[in-house]
């Protein structure tokens, strides 16, 4: 009979430990195991299994590589190892051997799975749809297969495909939480807000202490305008959880200035506390800021905003300007106007002329554009439509980093950019009316994306909404955005954000075909019929009075500003950057000659880029 190696002595020593509650001594004689000499794979694994029970998953991963350095064709060997990292959160290398893996078996669904995962973890949902997909037709009827999949459908853009999915886990789970908040967040997404309201109600009343789904409701009531029964959505949602973060905030959001004492006192009495985490003080420390601002508590209004950013960068860590700069130095090197028109001469594009574009930094009056735009009787707006952003991260020529937009602009396929711009305007015609020649798109940040738009519509227009930087920066200050804005938490990351701006569209203007009309807020304000006109005028559509009548209108408007562009256009908020100038040197330090619009108007009306910014064609 042979004697057991030392491996297995050192297995069978540390279980006896572990059972014994000596978990330390346990692991330091597997240590002592492992870094023997072994050419067996199995020990290895046996090891990297009990180092994992033991809670060093770090010896673990380095049992695993071992064994698969002795036995790299063992498939069940290498998803092991995939799984480990995975677990681990070490994606991107659990991608790679989970590709291998479905490439010796292509039929193990749950590879491809894994696979989807850990590529929906690090950000990347086009890719993890072919993963999921394939997944998908292998186990159709896996549920956890089918809810990875409509989390990667909805992320990467395909909210009608998207919506099928979270149906049918909604009709087999009708009371799970989960599956509710996606499906209404896609109706949502799809402009179905009626659809995604009567899902939610019916889901408080089945479930009335569900606070997650009464704040889903409240967020959607704010979306259609409904302004009471956000409130009383909210206050349902305090009910079984008074101090919840989540609710005070959106209460506070609703009134700002003109906001319950009580209320304001509770959120006080919050943001004082020393272990309120950071996600709660970010909430609170925005939304009472405003209420402070309303009030005309400036230095207290800035501490909380102050509070509430310095928590979204311990969330998130500090922003990295150089990046994002090294990130557009990329970008205007590669997308020339001589590259575009090299490009456009195999692709002429899509002929469509109805996308029109409002660009600028958030707060700089885009929302106000679009709803003047919107007025119009030929005018639909889109509202901010993620689709161009996720079509540029999605447009790929391969799998190499080198195959990525903007740097594969030679490689595409005509097919892949025919499709890309089909599936834009579905998105931005999905709820127009037959009769809509303009589809207005406000998504701020698209000034990143403007060669795309002008490679993938070259009958586009782009309105370019520019403000006097330090409004815009107090705004952006206090403005709860998402948690991938880091630039936002800071005034000086903010100041080299619309330094960048500005760059990139000095560049665009330089390079693009696209007529570029600059749009200053200041002018809008104090001359608002004849600023509108000129932005009517623009568009190629005929005047109306309409356009002025904005809001009164009664569709919904999913951004931060939904609640003023209710109100007619009004010039409070123009040198608001006074009331906070003894914080701003950091802005000041950083902001360029060109970050400052140009506010004298000449006879035509403002700053203007060529002729054919006032007189495109139809």
Not at 458 to 487: K, M, T
Not at 585 to 591: K, M, R, S, T
Request: aromatic fraction near 6%.
């Amino acid at each position: 009979m042979t004697a057991p190696g030392p491996v297995s002595v050192a297995l069978q020593r540390a279980a006896v430990l572990e059972r014994e509650g000596r978990r330390d001594v346990a692991l330091q004689l597997l240590r002592t195991a492992a870094a023997g000499s072994h050419a067996d794979a199995g020990a290895h694994r046996s090891l990297a299994q009990a180092a994992m029970r033991l809670g060093d998953p770090a010896m673990a991963i380095d049992q695993m590589q071992s064994a698969l350095g002795l036995e790299p064709d063992d498939p069940e060997l290498r998803f092991q190892f995939a799984c480990l990292l995975a677990h681990e959160g070490r994606n991107a290398e659990a991608t790679i051997h989970f590709r291998q893996c479905v490439e010796r078996a292509p039929r193990n669904f749950q590879a491809w799975h894994l696979m989807g995962l850990a590529l929906q973890r690090q950000g990347l949902h086009g890719d993890a749809l072919r993963a999921l997909r394939q997944a998908s037709a292998l186990a159709p009827a896996n549920p956890r297969v089918l809810e990875a999949l409509a989390e990667s459908e909805f992320h990467a853009g395909y909210p009608e495909d998207a919506l099928p999915l979270w149906r049918e886990l909604f009709a087999n789970r009708p009371d799970d939480a989960t599956v509710i908040l996606r499906t209404s967040e896609t109706l949502n997404r799809l402009g179905r807000h009626g659809e995604a309201l009567a899902m939610l109600r019916e889901a408080t009343r089945r479930q009335p202490a569900a606070g997650d789904i009464w704040m889903a409701l409240a967020q959607t009531e704010e979306d259609v305008g409904d302004r009471e029964a956000a409130r009383a959505a909210y206050r349902a949602a305090l009910a079984d959880h008074p101090d919840w973060a989540f609710p005070v905030s959106g209460l506070l959001g609703l009134d700002r200035g003109k906001a319950d004492d009580a209320l304001v006192a509770q959120a006080q009495r919050l943001l004082a506390l020393p272990a309120l985490p950071d996600a709660d003080r970010a909430l609170i420390g925005y939304e009472l800021g405003k209420v402070l601002d309303g009030r005309g508590a400036y230095a207290e209004a800035m501490d909380c905003w102050h509070q509430a950013n310095a928590a979204r960068r311990r969330m998130t860590g500090a922003a990295d300007a150089a990046q994002l700069e090294r990130h557009a130095a990329r970008t205007m090197a590669v997308l020339t106007g001589a590259r575009l028109r090299a490009r456009h001469a195999r692709w002429p594009g899509s002929p469509d002329s109805r996308p029109l574009f409002i660009v600028g930094m958030p707060r700089s009056g885009t929302t106000l554009t679009e709803q003047i735009l919107a007025a119009h009787p030929a005018g639909h707006g889109c509202g901010e439509l993620p689709d161009i952003a996720l079509i540029a991260r999605n447009l790929r020529a391969g799998d190499a980093p080198a195959d990525a937009w903007p740097a594969s602009i030679d490689l595409l396929p005509d097919a892949a950019l025919d499709a890309a711009a089909r599936r834009y305007l579905a998105a931005a015609a999905r709820d127009a009316p037959q009769q809509a020649q303009r589809l207005v798109d406000k998504a701020p940040l698209n000034f990143f994306h403007l060669g795309l738009i002008a490679l993938l519509f070259p009958r586009a227009r782009v309105v370019w909404c520019r403000r006097d930087p330090r409004d815009i920066a107090v705004s952006v200050y206090g403005e709860n955005f998402s948690l991938e804005e880091r630039l936002a938490t800071s005034l000086e990351g903010i100041g080299h954000y619309i330094n960048l701006q500005t760059r990139l569209m000095r560049h665009w203007q330089a390079s693009l075909s696209l007529p570029i009309l600059e749009l200053a807020y200041e002018q809008l304000a104090t001359a608002p019929e004849e600023q509108a006109r000129r932005l009517i005028a623009f568009a190629g559509l005929p005047w109306d009075p309409a356009c002025l009548e904005f809001h009164r209108s009664d569709r919904g408007v999913q951004t931060p500003s939904r609640w003023q562009v209710k109100q007619p256009v009004y010039t409070r908020s123009i040198g608001r950057w006074r009331n906070y100038e003894a914080d701003l040197g950091p802005l000041l330090e950083v902001l360029e000659d060109d970050a400052y619009p140009m506010l004298a108007s000449p006879p035509s009306g403002g700053a203007q880029t060529s002729d054919q910014a006032t007189t495109p064609s139809a």
